[in-house]
């Protein structure tokens, strides 16, 4: 079993950064692959970023447009999403995902472990 526990949300303005954290309960998650997911009220959960099990493959929601970057690092469990020029519409609950594939899936359905998420809100 794999617990996800995400932090670093929280209220900015638009144009401002955030660097959001997900640190997973089980080393075995080195092997997964790992992923961004949000949802804002009234909407479909919808897919941010991914990244392979290695680092060496990210991939990213075509609203992204170049402002977030995915990363990680196995040795502390952990995966991040580098956010800037943060905008109103990325107000919403971004939720950590994983699984353990050598892939880099992009739908809610391919994976198996997700956290409680953390609320992201962006003032205009």
């Known amino acids: 079993q794999v617990q996800l526990v995400e932090s670093g949300g929280g209220l900015v303005q638009a144009g401002g950064s955030l660097r959001l954290s997900c640190t997973a309960s089980?080393?075995?998650?080195?092997?997964?692959?790992m992923a961004w997911f949000r949802q804002a009220p009234g909407k479909e959960r919808e897919y941010v970023a991914a990244?392979?099990?290695?680092?060496?493959?990210?991939h990213y929601a075509d609203f992204v447009e170049g402002r977030f970057t995915i990363s990680r690092e196995n040795a502390k469990r952990s995966v991040y999403l580098q956010m800037n020029s943060l905008k109103p519409e990325d107000t919403a609950v971004y939720y950590c995902?994983?699984?353990?594939?050598?892939?880099?899936?992009?739908?809610?359905?391919?994976?198996?472990?997700w956290g409680q998420g953390t609320q992201v809100t962006v003032s205009s």
């Open positions: 089980a080393r075995t998650v080195s092997n997964y692959a």
């Open positions: 995902a994983a699984d353990q594939t050598l892939v880099v899936p992009t739908r809610t359905s391919d994976y198996y472990y």
């Open positions: 990244i392979n099990f290695s680092g060496g493959l990210q």
